[in-house]
C-alpha cells in the first residue's frame, strides 16, 4: 500500500478557501480511482498551526501512477487546478509517497518514507536498492 500526502500552508484569511479546495481535491481523487483520501487540520507540534492535510492511498506505485493519469484527464481536476493558479489560497507542498511496509485494509503502519527520485532515506545507493529492489532505475 502507498499513501501520498500534500500539505497546505494557508494564506491569512484564506483558510476556508483553502480547506474546501483540499475537500474538493479528496471528493475528485476518490472518482478517479484512489482508495480513499481525507483530509486533517493540524492543530500544532511539527507543523505550524493550521496546517491541513490531504492524505490519498493507493494499492500500489502503479496504481497510483493510474490515478494520477486519470487525473490529468478529468475537467474537475482541470478546474481546480486553475482555480489555485489564479487565485492561491495556501502554499501547498507535496505530493510526498509514503509506502506501508506493514498494512491491512483500515489499519496503516507507516514505516519509511519513499519518494519519487529517492526510493528510500537510504545513504548509499546499495542501500537503497535493498528497500526497493523493484525500482532499481529511480
Known amino acids: 500500500m502507498f499513501l501520498s500526502r500534500r500539505i497546505s500552508l494557508p494564506f491569512t ?50 496504481h497510483s501512477m493510474t490515478v494520477g493519469q486519470n487525473l490529468m484527464g478529468d475537467p474537475a481536476w482541470a478546474k481546480l487546478m486553475l482555480e489555485r493558479e489564479l487565485s492561491p489560497s495556501a502554499e501547498v507542498v507535496g505530493p510526498e509517497l509514503f509506502r506501508g511496509l ?13 519518494c519519487v527520485n529517492m526510493c528510500c532515506r537510504a545513504k548509499t545507493s546499495r542501500a537503497r536498492l535493498r528497500c526497493c529492489p523493484k525500482l532499481k532505475k529511480c
Open 13 to 62: 484569511g484564506k483558510r476556508e478557501i483553502a480547506a474546501d479546495r483540499l475537500r474538493n481535491a479528496a471528493g475528485i481523487m476518490m472518482r478517479n480511482g484512489a482508495l480513499a483520501a481525507w483530509t486533517q487540520q493540524v492543530l500544532g507540534g511539527y507543523y505550524s498551526p493550521g496546517t491541513l492535510l490531504l492524505h490519498t492511498a493507493f494499492e500500489s506505485m502503479e
Open 102 to 114: 506493514r498494512a491491512k485494509m483500515g489499519q496503516m503502519t507507516m514505516k519509511r518514507p519513499w
